[in-house]
């Protein structure tokens, strides 16, 4: 199907755009996508996110409103909130975050004052810009203070996390991470939080999915708030969320609107509605668990090509590489990955004498490669793929990088892209297409 019956409209309005568009549905459809915060989504999310529902202001809350006409979309939001809070079995949620990014920043104008004390994991450990690293803005208008991993084994220190929060005793700690290939214990840092007296916030944007399809413990129960962002695991739109218990629903509300936002972005509540509606299937428990199988499967077969890996596996989604004895950096080994048709990111490793720009390691997931259907026995080829282009990557070696793009594409073009263009079932997701074909 060219972009031309695709999206009819956009390229008789913008050709130059709808071109641009082609191209990447092409490159999502012929690459292998190993960024393990990225996913494909539906085709009923992405219709649901294109929608006249881009066209309401809706500042409040539903029954709340600064707007009239708030008939649908007060209905629209409710369903997103009720089904979300079914989901996650928590008392409330709110839907409106525009990213997780201000999701978490949210949580501290509920919880926190400019100065007050905030904790979390460092960046280079594995945890997240605005869990009060430096450079962002909750590192520089909070006082940030960091826990990291073991240098031995890579796991969380908890006794480090307790110590630090006694001492301490940060306002808000937040667990959870970026590059966290191993399960996070809320159980252990809901004791450390109420013994420190700080509100504990699980961020779980990475493995919200899992946590929905029963493929990763839940933190409800453990900590007050959660946070997460809806794009990732879960395979939602691009958005976020924030769960809590009833105590602490006025202050989350409060920060979200008025305190760091205006209107909800309403085409993007409806996509999470729906995302939420697919996740409570049945089939998405089976789609949650195929990612875990699948990244153990590429964990297991990564290690007997010898790759050294951070924890030396992975409980989840995702598996991070320290390339230091393969004695090719990060950067260019994920540069020449994109060259062989093998999307990865570079990535800092626990700690990685080198910069956080040209680090040690490359950071890789499953949860898109199960969207399109792959499995545990796709894996080994998947390891030899990656293998074959960091050694070529050492060697400037371009005709095995060309070899590999077309191995890679090949075997992709067997398992079509969910949303845009595929046509095969995969566990929990519904195809509106086949054939990506050629986009003029
Ligand atoms: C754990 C975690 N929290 C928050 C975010 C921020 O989300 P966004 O990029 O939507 O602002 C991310 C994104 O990578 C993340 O991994």
């Not at 970026?178 to 420190?196: H, K, M, N, Q, V």
């Not at 944007?205 to 929905?212: D, F, K, S, V, Y």
């Amino acid at each position: 199907m060219t972009v031309q019956q695709q999206h009819p409209a956009l390229a008789a309005a913008d050709p130059e755009l709808a071109a641009l568009v082609g191209a990447e549905e092409r490159l999502q459809a012929e690459t292998l996508r190993l960024i393990p915060s990225e996913n494909y989504v539906s085709a009923a999310v992405l219709e649901a996110s294109g929608t006249v529902l881009q066209n309401k202001y809706s500042e409040g809350y539903p029954g709340r409103r600064y707007y009239e006409g708030q008939q649908n979309i007060d209905q629209v939001e409710t369903l997103a909130i009720e089904r979300a809070k079914a989901l996650f079995g928590v008392d409330h949620a709110n839907v409106q975050p525009y990213s997780g990014s201000p999701a978490n920043l949210a949580v501290y104008l509920a919880f926190a004052k400019p100065g007050d004390t905030v904790m979390g994991m460092a960046l280079p450990m594995g945890g997240h810009l605005t869990h009060g690293w430096g450079v962002s803005a909750t590192g520089s208008w909070f006082r940030g203070v960091q826990y990291g991993v073991r240098q031995d084994d890579g796991l969380i220190d908890f006794d480090q996390v307790r110590d630090l929060a006694l001492k301490e005793r940060p306002k808000v700690i937040f667990c959870g991470g970026t590059a966290l290939p191993r399960t996070i214990d809320f159980a252990a840092f809901g004791e450390i939080a109420r013994e420190s007296g700080a509100v504990l916030v699980a961020d779980v944007a990475h493995i919200a999915g899992l946590i929905a399809g029963g493929a990763h413990p839940s933190p409800v129960g453990h900590v007050d708030v959660i946070s997460t962002t809806t794009h990732k695991t879960l395979r939602g739109p691009r958005g976020a969320m924030l769960m809590s218990r009833e105590e602490h629903a006025k202050a989350l509300d409060k920060a979200i609107f008025p305190g760091l936002q205006g209107g909800p972005h309403n085409q993007t509540t409806a996509a999470i509605a729906v995302a939420l509606r697919e996740a409570s299937q049945p089939s998405f428990r089976d789609y949650a668990h195929a990612v875990v199988a699948n990244a153990k499967a590429l964990a297991e077969a990564l290690l007997a090509r010898g790759f050294d890996l951070v924890s030396g596996g992975t409980d989840n989604h995702l598996i991070l590489i320290d390339l230091t004895s393969r004695q090719v950096p990060g950067k260019i080994a994920a540069k020449a990955l994109d060259r062989a048709g093998i999307v990865v990111n570079y990535n800092t490793v626990p700690y990685d004498p080198r910069k956080p720009f040209d680090p040690s390691g490359i950071r890789i997931g499953t949860p898109s490669l199960t969207s399109r259907g792959l499995t545990p026995d796709h894996m080994p080829e998947v390891a030899e793929w990656i293998d074959r282009a960091v050694t070529a990557a050492g060697t400037g070696d371009e005709d095995t990088l060309a070899a590999v793009r077309a191995e890679v594409a090949a075997l992709m073009a067997a398992y079509p892209a969910p949303g845009g263009a595929g046509a095969r079932c995969v566990p929990g997701l519904t195809h509106r297409r086949a054939g990506i074909g050629s986009h003029t």
